[in-house]
Nanobody
């Protein structure tokens, strides 16, 4: 059974940082891409960042570029999202998903972790 479990969300002031973790199990980690997505109240879910577990190639959405960094620890089957210079508009539920970076076709989703950035 594929499982994705996010952690690390919380309340932070604007300009602060958080590191989200996504612990994965139930599949061959190296074969997949794992992506971070987010959904703010009243808005559609959007892609934030994605990483290829086979070669480490990374992808960033416009909102994340320059402030967020995605990384992985294949030995721990865990993907991280380091978020710096957070803004109130980053407030959302953050989800990780596999096996690809396409929000419409990726199959497996975690339960999400809430990130709230206060101004």
């Amino acid at each position: 059974e594929v499982q994705l479990v996010e952690s690390g969300g919380g309340l932070v002031q604007a300009g602060g940082s958080l590191r989200l973790s996504c612990a994965a199990s139930g599949f061959t980690f190296d074969d997949y891409h794992i992506g971070w997505f987010r959904q703010a109240p009243g808005k559609e879910r959007e892609g934030v960042s994605c990483i290829s577990m086979s070669d480490g190639t990374t992808y960033y959405g416009e909102s994340a570029r320059g402030r967020f960094t995605i990384s992985s620890d294949n030995a721990k089957n865990t993907v991280y999202l380091q978020m710096n210079s957070l803004k109130p508009e980053d407030t959302a539920v953050y989800y990780c998903a596999a096996p690809n970076c396409d929000i419409d076709t990726t199959d497996y989703w975690g339960q999400g972790t809430q990130v709230t950035v206060s101004s």
